[in-house]
């Protein structure tokens, strides 16, 4: 199935290769931390967009303080779902070492899997990554049949349940589809940082997987980072650190 | 038949002449004057005629194609994006009021009832801008090129 879907995301790719060559020797591609790539330049597999949590430095009034600069972008107030009901783009998980006793509390978002099992099962094609390793839903075409929803792992994903009101220009969202964290896209298009990496006080890394130079690898590299659930193997963008 | 015919459009002729509503065709249709002027200008009135044209007739090819470049390439220019549209053709809310797809008076809505077409578009997307600050930040103007793809570059989110 995954064999499937690459071979046709490589067909559909190839297409684009063109746009892609211009782009890449674009001299407005400067090295730093986050690159953004030109407005009318597609995405490419030349990056993985990652996030690397630090849950020792990661204060809980952080968590907090993410998940609200999260909502800000424009859910979160759904007026008559109940509480299992409500989205959650980022769940705060509180786990205890059961031999130190030590407790860590972990902010859990889509972990933008590279073998995403969402993107698997979904049966329009609505769940399905970006060539930067991105998972998104296109709600266009999600059918809300929450296929998507079991398959995840993380219980990253929502349904919504109810008609929403007064969206955000840069957040659409609606009754009936699917939806998690899209790594704040639109921001990172244009060379901004996700919304909770801005206020995790430098506890959350976020950056370019494939790059050696960036901050986040080399934070990997010297100090590592664990994928939770990694036996799954699902290569995970987003890493902590300290549990 | 057919002098009935005649004798029924003389009528018509002589009854719309005395109104002042002659058909001659040099009046905008209704709907020109119903619908909301969009609040930038463009450089050249030959910009505008072209936009208009082209719009009138392939918006909804023009919106879907950008909405699937957007959405799965990440391709953010604001020619075509849905967001630029209603930045510049609905107003920024103001402290009185804020004119959403509710509105008869929204600029698409305005049509699209007089068409009787039914879109869903604003069950997800927003249909208004954000602050009152969008429509007077943008640089006016626009600049819109309606040849070539590459000439606005301004980034959108
Ligand atoms: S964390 Fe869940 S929603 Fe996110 S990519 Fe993995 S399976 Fe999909
Ligand atoms: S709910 Fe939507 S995104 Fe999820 S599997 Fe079904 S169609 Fe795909």
Redesign the interface.
Known sequence: MSDQINAYRRKFMAGLAGVAAIATIAPSIVLREVKAKAADEASTDSVRWGLLIDTNKLTESAIDAGIEACKKRGWGDEKLSNDAQDSHWIRKVKVTDKTTRKETILPIMCQHCETAPCVDVCPTGASFKRPDGVVLVDKHICIGCRYCMMACPYKARSFVHETIENQRPDTPRGKGTVESCDLCIGKIDVGEEPACVKVSGGAIIFGDLKDPESNISKSLKEFGGTQIRADLGLNTGVRYQGI | MFSKFLSVTSLMLLLFSLLGMSGCGSEPPEIETKIAKAVKKFDTEEQMIAHKADMRKNHMDRLLHK?D?T???????PKYSL?KC?DCHVPAPTENKTVTHKDSEHFCVTCHEYVSVQIDCF????SH??KPETATAMKPPLGLNIAT??SS?????
């Open positions: 909405r470049q959405m799965h390439e990440g391709i953010r220019t967001k209603i069950q997800c997307h927003a801008p954000d793809e590459d570059t301004e980034v959108t989110q």
